[in-house]
């Protein structure tokens, strides 16, 4: 599956530079296409684009032709979904199963749920002293919003992030991955075509060096950017310069708590999606599953038990549920990880290989379950981003909070217990943006969506996620 063009698309047109870089399906190791990357002067041109866009057209329109457009947007959208789902599926390896019900339903719910945010968004009349004086707010956009994505669930981001700035007004420079870069070439073209004007959303590609580029430009108004802690740590220094604002939506180390009194069959099953969803390469990863030591033997039994249903295989059959890795680098770093864990004494009780036979050249792995690891073990500690999952046991409430806890990241966090005020005693105590009570990972369009600590700042997702890129400017007026 090809995308529309293999270039940057800037203004309302490919551009191409003189240098490549290959793009791989990591299912087959096959050589999918060769993509013109952006260098400095077209990185240029895709903000100054932007900004005309904004200042001239786009930021222009009346909030009635906007929705209309964003409307029209998210019908093409709903038309062009198979095409979509395969493009993402063939570049990153994510099933098109997984993909279409989590990724590319997620840009279209969240193209049309920001259209319909446009027409209300409210001001504040603010109280005054004077008898004379009235004070009111106005929500203005920021101008041009810079948009670097991960390579995980690459439509979803268009949904959640390009969709909530053009909502709100802004223009966008999309900087993807470079491992998923084909959904971001679509949605360009499918903007143009839906009526957004020339230059209000441009598609710069290439490698982090690109994106440094981008969020460097001192005409970027905003910078939304989803990756690594590692990267982002790198952003937010380079935003400091101008003094840009952020959205950091980083990585995560999620602990999933499972007590005695839980359904346990529902919570293994979830607890084993949670897991080993996009093969683990989930920011939400449920990577850190506590149980209680009563339920332990139990509860292990259950999860390998619901993790053999999962099919590994090829990403393109409806029934699979684990792809390949993204790249043979990821593979061998998450190898290279199982193997320190067990030299460290832990116990693989499932998986810890490769699948045989069928799959030999895509970058496969088999779902694995860890048990006994000590509390300082990387894999407790660090993102793999694998799918591999530690199980490990708790004796009470405070030492299951006390561990769920100690973690640099704070994205999410899940408790399964039919004891409702211990559910939301725990929900208090424990340190992430977003918590499950006897479910995992679920993200509804609505929802705020964002990390605590070092799993970023700023939210995604309904109000919530358009109010990122509005900014209010107070209006005093003296009547005297
Ligand atoms: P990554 O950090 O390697 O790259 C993400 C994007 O940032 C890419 O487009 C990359 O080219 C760009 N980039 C990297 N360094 C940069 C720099 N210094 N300046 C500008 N751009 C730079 O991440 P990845 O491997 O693509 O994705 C996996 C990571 O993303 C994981 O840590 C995962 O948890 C995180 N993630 C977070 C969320 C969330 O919403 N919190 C969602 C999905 C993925």
Same mark, same amino acid.
């Given at each position: 599956?090809?995308?529309?063009?293999?270039?940057?698309?800037?203004?309302?047109?490919?551009?191409?530079?003189?240098?490549?870089?290959?793009?791989?399906?990591?299912?087959?190791?096959?050589?999918?296409?060769?993509?013109?990357?952006?260098?400095?002067?077209?990185?240029?041109?895709?903000? &100054?684009?932007?900004?005309?866009?904004?200042?001239?057209?786009?930021?222009?329109?009346?909030?009635?032709?906007?929705?209309?457009?964003?409307?029209?947007?998210?019908?093409?959208?709903?038309?062009?979904?198979?095409?979509?789902?395969?493009?993402?599926?063939?570049?990153?390896?994510?099933?098109? %199963?997984?993909?279409? &019900?989590?990724?590319?339903?997620?840009?279209?719910?969240?193209?049309?749920?920001?259209?319909?945010?446009?027409?209300?968004?409210?001001?504040?009349?603010?109280?005054?002293?004077?008898?004379?004086?009235?004070?009111? %707010?106005?929500?203005?956009?920021?101008?041009?919003?810079?948009?670097?994505?991960?390579?995980? %669930?690459?439509?979803?981001?268009?949904?959640?992030?390009? +969709?909530?700035?053009?909502?709100?007004?802004?223009?966008?420079?999309?900087?993807?991955?470079?491992?998923?870069?084909?959904?971001?070439?679509?949605?360009?073209?499918?903007?143009?075509?839906?009526?957004?004007?020339?230059?209000?959303?441009?598609?710069?590609?290439?490698?982090?060096?690109?994106?440094?580029?981008?969020?460097?430009?001192?005409?970027?108004?905003?910078?939304?950017?989803?990756?690594?802690?590692?990267?982002?740590?790198?952003?937010?220094?380079?935003?400091?310069?101008?003094?840009?604002?952020?959205?950091?939506?980083?990585?995560?180390?999620?602990?999933?708590?499972?007590?005695?009194?839980?359904?346990?069959?529902?919570?293994?099953?979830?607890?084993?999606?949670?897991?080993?969803?996009?093969?683990?390469?989930?920011?939400?990863?449920?990577?850190?599953?506590?149980?209680?030591?009563?339920?332990?033997?139990?509860?292990?039994?259950?999860?390998?038990?619901?993790?053999?249903?999962?099919?590994?295989?090829?990403?393109?059959?409806?029934?699979?549920?684990? #792809?390949?890795?993204?790249?043979?680098?990821?593979?061998?770093?998450?190898?290279?990880?199982?193997?320190?864990?067990?030299? &460290?004494?832990?116990?693989?009780?499932?998986?810890?290989?490769?699948?045989?036979?069928?799959?030999?050249?895509?970058?496969?792995?088999?779902?694995?379950?860890?048990?006994?690891?000590?509390?300082?073990?990387?894999?407790?500690?660090?993102?793999?981003?694998?799918?591999?999952?530690?199980?490990?046991?708790?004796?009470?409430?405070?030492?299951?909070?006390?561990?769920?806890?100690?973690?640099?990241?704070?994205?999410?966090?899940?408790?399964?217990?039919?004891?409702?005020?211990?559910?939301?005693?725990?929900?208090?105590?424990?340190?992430?943006?977003?918590?499950?009570?006897?479910?995992? #990972?679920?993200?509804?369009?609505?929802?705020?969506?964002?990390?605590?600590?070092?799993?970023?700042? +700023?939210?995604? +997702?309904?109000?919530?996620?358009?109010?990122?890129?509005?900014?209010?400017?107070?209006?005093?007026?003296?009547?005297?």
């Amino acid at each position: 599956m090809l995308p529309p063009h293999t270039a940057s698309f800037v203004n309302g047109k490919p551009i191409e530079s003189d240098t490549c870089f290959t793009c791989e399906n990591p299912a087959t190791q096959e050589t999918i296409c060769e993509l013109s990357s952006a260098n400095g002067s077209i990185v240029d041109l895709a903000v &100054k684009s932007a900004g005309i866009a904004y200042e001239e057209t786009w930021g222009k329109y009346s909030i009635g032709k906007r929705q209309k457009v964003l409307e029209n947007l998210a019908a093409m959208i709903r038309e062009n979904k198979d095409e979509l789902i395969k493009l993402e599926s063939t570049e990153n390896g994510v099933p098109i %199963t997984i993909v279409e &019900k989590f990724s590319v339903a997620a840009l279209e719910k969240n193209i049309s749920h920001f259209a319909s945010w446009i027409d209300k968004i409210t001001s504040d009349v603010i109280p005054v002293t004077s008898a004379t004086g009235f004070d009111f %707010t106005l929500k203005e956009p920021f101008g041009v919003a810079a948009i670097i994505t991960a390579y995980n %669930t690459p439509s979803l981001f268009l949904g959640s992030k390009a +969709g909530a700035a053009l909502a709100a007004g802004n223009s966008v420079v999309i900087k993807p991955s470079p491992l998923a870069s084909f959904p971001a070439l679509k949605f360009a073209q499918l903007a143009k075509e839906a009526g957004l004007p020339d230059g209000t959303v441009n598609v710069i590609l290439g490698d982090h060096k690109v994106g440094s580029d981008l969020i460097s430009n001192k005409s970027v108004d905003i910078i939304s950017f989803t990756g690594s802690a590692f990267a982002g740590k790198q952003v937010a220094n380079a935003a400091n310069k101008y003094l840009t604002p952020t959205i950091l939506e980083l990585g995560g180390k999620s602990p999933n708590l499972i007590f005695p009194d839980a359904n346990l069959d529902s919570a293994a099953f979830q607890s084993a999606i949670g897991a080993f969803a996009l093969t683990g390469q989930a920011c939400v990863a449920g990577s850190r599953i506590y149980v209680h030591e009563e339920i332990y033997d139990q509860l292990v039994d259950k999860l390998i038990a619901m993790t053999k249903l999962l099919k590994v295989g090829d990403p393109a059959e409806k029934q699979t549920v684990l #792809g390949p890795l993204i790249t043979q680098s990821h593979l061998n770093k998450v190898t290279s990880t199982v193997y320190d864990a067990v030299q &460290k004494g832990g116990n693989i009780v499932l998986g810890g290989d490769r699948p045989t036979s069928e799959l030999p050249l895509g970058y496969f792995f088999n779902p694995t379950i860890i048990t006994g690891l000590k509390e300082s073990d990387r894999i407790l500690k660090d993102e793999i981003f694998g799918p591999i999952v530690a199980v490990q046991k708790f004796r009470d409430e405070d030492e299951a909070v006390r561990l769920a806890n100690d973690t640099k990241y704070g994205l999410g966090a899940a408790v399964w217990t039919k004891d409702i005020s211990r559910a939301l005693r725990i929900s208090r105590q424990l340190r992430a943006g977003m918590i499950w009570i006897n479910a995992y #990972g679920v993200v509804p369009h609505t929802a705020p969506f964002g990390g605590f600590k070092q799993s970023g700042h +700023g939210k995604e +997702g309904g109000k919530y996620g358009i109010e990122m890129y509005l900014q209010s400017k107070n209006i005093y007026v003296d009547a005297n």
